[in-house]
């Protein structure tokens, strides 16, 4: 398993944690979002998915991910 911390930008209410943890879990990751300091902790086993494959799951939300 690998984790990351990932700043992700946009991010502001409930609904906007809802859709990127919600992204993450149906891709095979978990997601911690933290609105505050606008990051998104990801736990997720780097045998089956890449950086980019979990970058795209928060994008395709419409967000940015630095």
């Known amino acids: 398993m ?3 911390l990932l700043n992700v930008k ?9 859709s990127v ?3 993450l879990k149906e891709i095979g990751a978990q997601g911690k979002v933290d609105l505050k300091k606008g990051t998104v902790a990801v736990e997720f086993d780097d045998s089956k998915l890449s950086l980019d494959n979990i970058k795209e799951a928060i994008e395709d939300q419409g967000y940015d991910v630095d």
């Open 2 to 4: 690998q984790n990351v």
């Open 10 to 18: 946009g991010m502001s209410c409930g609904h906007c944690v809802n």
């Open 21 to 23: 943890e919600g992204a």
